[in-house]
């Protein structure tokens, strides 16, 4: 996390602001639409647009695909790589002759003319295609997944460890319901890629049918999650969008992220700690050393993740009385402006824990 969710929301607005674009942060497709096509298509640099609607099965295959384009292109000032949606637009759609989905478009600089992309719906194809006629010479950037690849060999040494709770997609490489869901997957497994106790996996079905066949899977994808405490698997029935499946696991799994990946504001609460919390901040002075004893008999109690928040809740009750009732507050400050620095994804986890568990006293 190269900067603060706050530093972060600020720059979008401004840009949104200053150029009427937005940008998708998990893709890097600059987002057209009827009020900003004309002021940055056309104009000083060369664009390649995708016309989509968001029903459209072939716009969902191509997804992934185009996603990967433009984060390759991203630093390539002179290319843009844009989308735009015709069933929001239907009059822009309209007037480029748009007539079935996906259509891909080449706007040169400085021209409203466009020209057809009739190629193949690859990556390396639209950016053998982009190049040739932008000039540039960029290649398709190769991206790391965070999802877990199973076979025969790791299948039960993952799936069946009962310290982890595993969700695994079982597929076809062939279906098309798989290749549309993988974008969404893949970012599944990116929000919870911290978590060391979620695990995001799939296993190729159709090469490995004896395993697919052991779990009675007889469609694609067929999704099963294995929690810590049930190791027989139970069918994910949930819908397929990224919210769904961040839904489930924080349910399942009582974890607390976004569909980002970052930490909500119920992370590191601990209920049983809170309550204790509150009849601590509002005590008089002789009586806040009896409610901190208490919390600290609780915070013996607890296991896991709880455990680790409950050390936090602990230190932050002593720091109360040692430096006063201001400490949660200064504190709360002190890491805000922390946040707002380049830190690591996991040093951000940490400091967001504590601002959460500060909160309760403050």
């Known amino acids: 996390m190269a900067r603060s969710i706050k530093s972060f929301s600020m720059l979008t607005a401004l840009v949104s602001l200053l150029f009427g674009l937005s940008s998708v942060t998990a893709d890097d497709v600059v987002v057209i639409t ?14 390649l647009v995708e016309f989509y609607a968001p029903w459209c099965g072939h716009c969902k295959k191509l997804a992934p695909e185009y996603e990967s384009l433009a984060t390759s292109f991203k630093k390539a000032k002179s290319i843009l790589i844009g989308k735009v949606d015709c069933d929001a637009h239907k009059s822009l759609c309209s007037k480029y002759d748009v ?31 982009v190049n040739t006629q932008g ?3 960029v290649k398709i950037a190769a991206t790391s997944s965070n999802i877990l690849v199973l076979t025969p060999n790791n299948f039960d040494q ?46 190729d079905a159709e090469k490995y049918k004896d395993l697919a066949g052991k779990y009675g899977v007889s469609g694609y994808p067929t999704l099963t999650f294995f929690p810590k405490n049930n190791k027989a698997g139970e069918n994910y029935g949930g819908g397929r969008d990224l919210d769904d499946f961040v839904d489930f696991i924080n349910d399942k799994c009582g974890t ?24 601590f901040v509002n005590a008089g002075s002789d009586e806040k050393k009896a409610f901190l004893a208490q919390i ?19 230190k932050a009750a002593k720091n109360f009385v040692d430096k006063g009732e201001e400490y949660p507050k200064n504190e709360i400050h002190r890491l805000e402006r922390m946040l707002e620095e380049s830190i690591s994804e996991a040093k951000a986890d940490e400091f967001i824990l504590k601002k959460n568990i500060l909160s309760t006293f403050a």
């Open 34 to 47: 009827g009020d900003n096509f004309d002021r940055i298509v056309g104009k000083d640099r060369n664009a």
């Open 99 to 129: 007539s079935g989905y996906p259509a891909i478009k080449w706007f040169p600089k400085g021209s409203l003319e466009p020209k057809k992309y009739e190629g193949a719906r690859t990556a390396e194809s639209l950016a053998e295609f």
């Open 135 to 137: 000039g540039t010479n």
């Open 158 to 203: 993952v799936v069946l460890d009962e310290t982890k709770d595993v969700l695994v997609e079982f597929y076809a490489p062939w279906c098309g319901h798989c290749k549309q869901l993988a974008p969404t997957y893949e970012k599944v497994a990116t929000a919870f890629k911290l978590e060391k106790d979620v695990i995001i996996t799939n296993v």
């Open 256 to 279: 607390s992220r976004d569909g980002k990946g970052q930490l909500t504001p119920k992370a590191g609460i601990v209920t049983s700690l809170d309550y204790l919390v509150k009849a």
């Open 296 to 314: 600290e008999e609780e915070v013996e109690k607890l296991k896991g993740a709880a455990a680790r928040y409950g050390k936090i809740y602990l």
